[in-house]
């Protein structure tokens, strides 16, 4: 297996291991309450990320730095070309008035435009505004307004009517491209007298502590609030995360490092990974979709050879593996093979960081007969051949980051939020420790409040909320920036976050209880859909939950069932209250009996962006679940 391989060869390279150095400071009781990593990356004096591409073209000119997709085939983008690109558009952006410091915002999804066009506007000297392609008019209305921008770039004719509708009463109606109505080549045209040493002058004059964009919240506590990130903070986390990653590729792998972007550009996660891997000179393609039937097909075209995603993608692909598995007579076969690679995971992870003996020959037998019957299929899915992936977003059920360690995939967990540039946290490459979300990323500090909050200090961290100085005043405190979420830091640095703050449920009894422990172990379980765990102000803890529809086709489909059977039969069906039963066991593994969840009702219907109750990221949105089934909830302490 060749992360293993790697694991090997990397453990002799102790200049590697040791290069993230973590100072801990511990309170009176001898417990960790603060961990601080010194910075890998130098922080910039001059320049800006606007300045990426251009060094690019002038080091290493027929570098190939991304790959474009074109009716199903990949062709690649030099530095030269990406660059010529960059300037071609910063160009038209100008000339149709752009001003340095002037804002534009960009609603696509994930695609080679986007990454043009943000260095674009860069270069223009001006700041990028991301927007989910899925926002609402009202939503668009908000943030074109609040960030003042006067420039919109829509990707779809249904993105621009949003727009349209959307900005109708504003006093001054924005500018609008469509990405499928030719706007690179409107741009490209419109600014060709526009001179090359404009784009120049214009970039010339950014600095660090230039706004580079205002990226806004996903929403889940109330209107999205705009960070202001400079080109400093876009630099201290891609950096100091390639400084940090980058070697495991160059130095310890036989592989060119490529990776397959999918992740909404609106996200700062995405944005981040892509800034560093052209840092890196990282090949990056764009897949526009998450959702797996469309993200597997690409995966395997692309081969990637490593991933960056969220839960939910490692959670479908085990589940998809798991329902193939079913359909020809297997599930027990995969069952078993799961738990064999949990076994052999933290076996060989044990032995790895000398923690224990590893896998006996027995567990090394099963997991190289499991290998040739479920864990290389899992491999495929992932395109064949990625060793490693990053997952952040909200934590990834330990057992299943031990399957795809036994699979030959490392995934490396992280934390962080849209004021703190993405990643405050990473699993440090040549020390896995599954379960956390690992140590500062470079420069960064982490410190655990006396209530359990956890605070964040470092380069990543953002400056301001736009035009709202009570927010900004709110979390950030003495430089610390207040996340809202709860954690822990163990003996070694290594954060797990346990909770939101203002999420805890307090029962009748006076019982704290984090729902997020619980609702990720249930959607890390098919059918389970999404869900919420409530019991604020209540006797008990119960749960409301959705079926996915994946997961219920497949159900029906092994039981000779009607495809077409309505979800609302399936809702009392005796049969699949077992089966999520079983998921809401998995998750009261995990808790106390006073937290566990005591009774569940099943919904029809789910939780969607469509229908307000999902983020674009993916996140439920609480308050407005609640609102939506208020009976429902009741009911479950109804007599």
Known sequence: MGVRKDLKRAKKRTDLASRTKV????????????????????????????????????????????????????????????????????????????????????????????????????AAGGQSVPVYATSSAEQVEWIVRDSGAHFVIVETP????????????????????????????????????????????????????????????SGTT????????THANLHAEAANTVELLHPIFKEVTSQTASTLL???????????LQIACLMARIEVGHCPSIKPDELRPALREFRPTFLVGVPYLFEKIHN??????????????????????????????????????????????AWAL?????????RKELGGRARYAISGGSPLDRDLNLFFYAAGI????????????????????????????????????????????????????FGAYWNNPAATDAVLRRDWFATGDLGALDEDGYLTITGRKKDILVTSGGKNVSPAVLEDRLRSRPPVGQ??????????????ITLDPEAVAHWLAVRQLPADTPLSALTDDPRMRADVQRAVDHANDAVSRAESIRRFTLVAGEFTEDNGLLTPSLKVKRHAVTAAYADEIEALYGS
Not at 81 to 92: C, D, Y
Not at 158 to 170: I, M, S
Not at 184 to 209: H, N, Q, S, W
Not at 419 to 426: G, P
Request: charged share 25%; with cysteine; hydrophobic share 40%.
């Open 531 to 544: 869900c919420i765990v409530v019991g604020d102000n209540r006797p008990y803890i119960a749960a409301l």
């Open 262 to 272: 999918f992740l909404p550009l609106a996200h700062i996660m995405g944005r981040t």
């Open 23 to 122: 100072e801990l400071t511990r309170d009176d009781t001898g417990k960790v309450r603060e961990a601080r990593t010194a910075r890998l990356a130098p922080g910039p004096t001059t320049g800006s990320t606007a300045d990426l591409p251009f060094t690019n073209a002038a080091e290493t000119p027929d570098a190939v730095v991304l790959r474009r997709q074109d009716h199903g085939t990949w062709h690649p983008v030099t530095a030269t070309a990406f660059a010529r690109e960059v300037t071609a558009t910063a160009k038209g952006l100008i000339a149709a008035g752009l001003e340095p410091g002037g804002r534009v915002a960009v609603m696509s999804r994930t695609r080679y435009e986007w990454t043009v066009l943000d260095f674009a506007i860069w």
């Open 222 to 229: 109330g209107r999205p609030k705009g960070c202001v990130l």
């Open 370 to 378: 499991y290998d040739l019957l479920v864990y290389r299929r899992i």
């Open 410 to 461: 490392i995934v490396y967990e992280g934390y962080g939020l849209t004021e703190t540039t993405a990643a405050a946290t990473i699993v440090p490459p040549l020390r896995p420790r599954p379960g956390t979300v690992g140590l500062p990323v470079p420069g960064t500090a982490i410190r655990i409040a006396d209530d359990g909050e956890v605070l964040i200090k470092g380069g990543v961290v």
């Open 320 to 365: 998809t593996g798991r329902a193939t598995a079913e359909k020809i007579g297997r599930g027990a076969s995969f069952d078993r093979a799961h738990r064999i690679g949990v076994r052999f995971g933290e076996a060989y992870l044990n032995k790895f960081l000398d923690t224990g003996k590893g896998p006996g020959p027995g567990l090394y037998a």
């Open 158 to 217: 249904e993105n621009a009517a949003t727009v349209a509708t959307g900005t109708a009463r504003h006093p001054e109606l924005p500018r609008v491209w469509q990405l499928d109505a030719q706007a690179m080549v409107e741009l490209a045209t419109l600014g060709r007298d526009i001179p090359d040493e404009e784009v120049a002058k214009r970039r010339a004059a950014l600095t660090p502590d230039t706004i580079a964009t205002l990226c806004y919240t």
